[in-house]
C-alpha cells in the first residue's frame, strides 16, 4: 500500500490493526433504497447503460457517501458484466437473464480477449473516483466468482434448485469453463486494481449450495487461483471473499484461499467467527440485511452484538448480505451513527 493508505481507516484494517471506531461500508450501498438511485436510474433505458456509462456509473457510486459517509466506496457496477464482456448476451429486466450456456461449443464462442475494451467503462469510472473521492475514503473493486458467474450462466439466470449447473457440474467441459472464468476474474479484478480501487472483492454468492469436495474444488480452489494471478501482480493490494453460506468451511475458505478478509454472512455465529476466522484474518459482516429494514431497537441491539463481539480484532462492519430495496434511508444514518459512537464506549 502507498503513504496515502495510512490515512484510511479501511486499508488499516487489511494491516491488521484493530481501531477503536471500525470502518464501515455496505454491500449494494448505491441502489433501490435511495430516492436519488431511483431517479437516476430512470434517466437511462437499462441498467447495464448505467454501469457503462462513466459519469452515471460515478454519480451513483458517490451517492450513499453523501449521506452516510461511508469509509469505501465500492464502484458501481455488477458481476454479470463478466459474462457480458465475454460474449454472453446478458439483459436486466426485472432481473438478469443471460442465453444459457449448455456445451463445449457454447464455452467455445466466449472470448477473453474482448473483455477489456467492453469494460473499459469501468475501468474508467474507477480512474475518476480514484481522483475525486474524500482522501479517507478507499475505493473498492469487485468481480464474482467462477462457481457464482457460472451458475448465472448455465441457468439462464436466478434459479432455486441449480439443477443445470449442478448436473454438467461433473463434466470436463464445466471444468474449462470454470478455467475460462478464473482468467476473466483474475483480469477484471487487476485492471480494476491498475484503474485505481484500492481493494477488491470477490462475490461467490452461490457458494452455499455446494459443500464437501465439491466446495473445495468449485469455490476455494478457483479463488486461490485468482488471488495468485491478483497479486502476482499487485501483491499488497488486500483482497475480500465473500463465499455466503458456506458455515464452518468459512474456515477453511480464510485458510486455503490467500484472502486478506473475509466477509461473512448473516447466518454466522459472532463469537465462531472472532474465535476461528478473525484469528487468521480481518473479518467484514455480518449485519442482517432484514434487521436494517426493521430498525429501531432491533437495530441497535444486533448492530452493538457485532461491534461488541468484534471488537478484540481487525474488524469491517458491513451487512451480512446487501441493503435490500425496502430500505429506509434514515435506517441507514442511523446506522453510520450508531457505528461511529461505538468508539465512545
Known amino acids: 500500500m502507498d503513504a496515502g493508505s495510512k490515512t484510511k481507516p479501511l486499508l488499516r484494517v487489511f494491516s491488521g490493526e484493530k481501531l477503536k471506531v471500525p470502518p464501515f461500508w455496505l454491500m449494494r450501498q448505491a441502489g433501490r433504497y ?5 431517479e437516476l436510474r430512470a434517466s437511462v433505458p437499462s441498467f447495464l447503460e448505467l454501469c457503462l456509462t462513466p459519469e452515471l456509473a460515478v454519480e451513483a457510486t458517490l451517492q450513499p457517501l453523501r449521506r452516510f459517509g461511508m469509509d469505501a466506496a465500492i464502484v458501481f457496477s455488477d458481476i454479470l458484466l463478466i459474462p457480458f464482456a465475454l ?5 436486466f429486466r426485472d432481473g438478469p437473464v443471460l442465453t444459457p450456456i449448455r456445451s463445449r461449443s457454447d464455452i467455445i464462442q466466449l472470448d477473453c480477449r474482448a473483455m477489456r475494451e467492453r469494460l473499459a467503462p469501468v475501468y474508467e469510472t474507477l480512474h475518476r473516483l480514484h481522483h475525486n473521492l474524500p482522501p479517507e475514503t478507499a475505493l473498492i473493486g469487485f468481480a ?17 434448485d441449480f439443477a443445470a449447473v449442478k448436473a454438467w457440474a461433473g463434466e470436463a467441459d464445466f471444468t474449462k469453463l470454470i478455467e475460462l472464468l478464473v482468467e476473466a476474474v483474475a483480469a477484471h479484478l487487476t485492471a480494476q486494481i491498475e484503474a485505481g480501487a484500492e481493494a477488491v472483492q470477490i462475490f461467490d454468492t452461490w457458494a452455499g449450495v455446494l459443500d ?16 495468485r494471478r491478483v497479486k502476482e501482480r499487485h501483491p499488497r493490494v488486500p483482497v475480500i471473499g465473500f463465499p455466503r453460506g458456506i458455515g464452518p468451511a468459512y474456515a477453511d475458505y480464510a485458510r486455503m484461499t490467500g484472502v486478506d478478509a473475509v466477509s461473512l454472512d448473516q447466518t454466522v455465529e459472532v463469537a465462531w467467527a472472532a474465535r476461528e476466522i478473525q484469528s487468521l484474518c480481518p473479518v467484514q459482516g455480518n449485519l442482517d440485511p432484514q434487521v436494517l429494514v426493521a430498525g429501531g431497537a432491533m437495530l441497535r441491539d444486533e448492530a452493538w452484538r457485532i461491534l461488541s463481539g468484534f471488537a478484540d480484532g481487525p474488524f469491517i462492519f458491513n451487512l451480512g448480505h446487501g441493503v435490500l430495496p425496502e430500505t429506509p434511508p434514515e435506517h441507514v444514518a442511523e446506522l453510520a451513527r450508531l457505528i461511529r459512537a461505538s468508539g465512545a464506549n
Open 212 to 227: 464437501g469436495a465439491e466446495l473445495r474444488r468449485l469455490v476455494i480452489e478457483p479463488t486461490a487461483e485468482i488471488i
Open 34 to 38: 435511495l430516492p436519488e438511485y431511483r
Open 144 to 160: 464474482g466468482a467462477p462457481w457464482t458467474l457460472a451458475t448465472y450462466m448455465v441457468e439462464g439466470g436466478p434459479s432455486s
Open 87 to 91: 460474449g454472453q448476451k446478458v439483459e
